[in-house]
């Protein structure tokens, strides 16, 4: 069994949703950069097979939501 924490920057994209309701669109496309932190484990069955999970956390922006 492996485990594996990263920690870095990432740059965060989210792609806006053109509907507009009383003259506001509803979401917005933005991007920023933010801290990530990611954790997970590897776990071999055999030779062939292996099994991966991992939890990713990349906080959201207040000053874009």
Avoid: C, D
Wanted: hydrophobic share 40%.
């Amino acid at each position: 069994m492996q485990v594996h924490t990263e920690a870095g920057l990432s740059v965060v994209t989210r792609s806006g949703i053109i509907i507009i309701i009383n003259n506001k669109t509803v979401v917005k496309e933005i991007n920023y950069a933010a801290f990530f932190l990611e954790s997970g484990i590897n776990y071999r069955l055999n030779n062939k097979w292996m099994l991966h999970t991992s939890f990713s956390y990349v906080p959201g922006s207040k000053k874009l939501n």
